[in-house]
C-alpha cells in the first residue's frame, strides 16, 4: 500500500517529535515564543526561541536551537551528563551564528529533555567530529530562569532615546552654555561627566557646529575660598585631566566676552607667577609652556574641523579667536599646521 506514496522515515517522525516537545515546553512551560525553521532550510538549528515577559512584551531577546531525539543521544554518557555528538559539517555553523545556541536532547519515552549551551571551546574533537557534555541537571522544563540568563539585559532603548533627544533639543535651543564641574569631582579627578559631555557635542555633526564656541566650564563648591581658582592645587591637576580629555577644546570653547575657561586653561598648564602684592598684583605666565598645549589642541582642532566640514577660512576664523584670546598679538596669529 505504501508504493507510490512519499514516506514518513522514522527519522522525521523522531524529529517532529523532538520539536513538538521543546515547543510546548518553551510555549506552554515558559510562556515564550517557539519559532521552527523549515526543514529546507535546517542546516543545523531546528528553530529559534524568543522571550516573552509575564505581562506579554515580546523583548527581541532570542536563542536558537538545535533539537535531536531518540534513545540513541542518551546511550553514551560521562559522569557529568549525556555526550552529545555532532557533526563536523555543523561546529562553524553553529560557532558562527549570530545567536546564543542551546542543544536539546529529548528522551520520548520519558517525556524529558536535557539541554546545554553550544559553547565551541568546550567542544571535544572526536574521530567523527565532535561531543558536548550535556548535564543531567539541566532538565528543559526546569530551566527558564537559566536558559533567560544566557541572553543580554533587556534595555529600554526608547526611553533612552527620548532623553537623549531631549537633552539634543535643548542644547540646540541654546546660543551658549556653562557645564558644570562639582567640588567631588574635582577632588577625585572624576572626568567621567566631561567625556559625556565630549560624546554628546560629537555625536552629530549638526550639533558640533551649532555648539562651536559655545562651551565654558564652571567650577561649584569654591565660592566660600577665598582663593582664585588658578591658586587652588586641586583646581589645577583637574584642568591638566580635563585638558587631555579634551582635544577639541578649541573648536567648543567660549572666545566671546564673558569666558573664563581658555584663561584658567592657561593658568593650569603655562605655569602661574606673581608681581606685586595683593589685591594688585599682577599674574605672569612661562609662554614658553604654551607649545605643547597649542600642538596638541590646534591638531584636535583639524581632526573635528576636517570631519565637521569646516572650510579653511572657518579653520583660520577659530584659530584667530583662541591666538588672540591667549595673547599673541594679531601678526602671530597662523592658520594651524596639520
Known sequence: MSTGFPQYSPSAKQGNIGVGMVSRIVEDSFGWLFRRNHQENDFGIDGQIEVVTEAGAVTG????????????????????????????????????????????????????????????????????????????ENRLLESKAAIEALLPTVSDHWSALVDYWRVHNMLLGYESFVFMISHGEVESEDISGVNVLRARLTSTKELALHCQGKVEFSFSGYDEDPRELYEIDEVMRYIAALDAAFPELFFFVRTEEPMVTLKLFMYALFGVGFQGEAPNRTVILDMHLSGRFLSSHFEGLNLISEWAGLSEEEIYRISKAVMLLLGFPPASTTRPVG
Open 61 to 136: 531577546q532570542m536563542l536558537a536551537v538545535q533539537i535531536k531525539c531518540g534513545p540513541s543521544f542518551f546511550r553514551d554518557s560521562n559522569q557529568l551528563g549525556y555526550l552529545y555528538r555532532g557533526e563536523t559539517k555543523h561546529f562553524n555553523y553553529l560557532a558562527n551564528y549570530p545567536l546564543p545556541v542551546i542543544i536539546v536532547i529529548c528522551d520520548p519515552q520519558a517525556k524529558e529533555a536535557y539541554w546545554a549551551r553550544f559553547e565551541p571551546g568546550e567542544a571535544r574533537i572526536t574521530e567523527a567530529g565532535w561531543k558536548l557534555t550535556i548535564p543531567r
